[in-house]
């Protein structure tokens, strides 16, 4: 995919690169302490006050790109249960068969978006060991609506270029 920036006026001639969250937004409220009794690695964080979270990843479709989306790398909440349940099935190729499970964002995504965090969502487990999907409920939520409608690709522009993924 090449294509002239919108926003910066340079060619760039990468496909989209997904946008990450390292960690849940509560990792970071935790103290040093408290983090040395939790668990943080690339796909799951699990709290010493009883917090777990999956790595998941978020896809806007572009409105005026077909076939093209924006993922984002972020976190959702998960219960104990279907913690287990999906660290139980992580090494299975058939994922999918875990079916969604409730969740809360665990992000603050920042710009027009905001807030984000703590918006319900549904985590859906992939076959073949891809992160899961996050769906968010249903709602007003500019987030949630351009999950469903999608975004202007000069949009997209913009974000990638405030988050610093590409250099103007």
Known sequence: MSFVCSYCGKRHDDEL???AFMQPDHWLTLSD???EEGSL???DCVTPDGHFFIRCSLELPT???AGQKLTFGVWSTLSEENDN???DAFFDEDQS???PMFGWFS???GGNFRPTLNLKCHVKPQDHRQRPLI???QSDHLLAVAQREGIWFAHVERLLHESGAYET
Do not use: V, W
Request: aromatic share 4%.
């Open 97 to 99: 068969k875990l079916g």
């Open 135 to 137: 769906e968010l409920e």
């Open 85 to 87: 349940r999906y660290a």
């Open 41 to 43: 690695t690339a796909d």
């Open 107 to 109: 992000n603050e995504m």
């Open 63 to 65: 409105r005026d790109r």
């Open 33 to 35: 302490a408290q983090r």
């Open 17 to 19: 690169p997904a946008l």
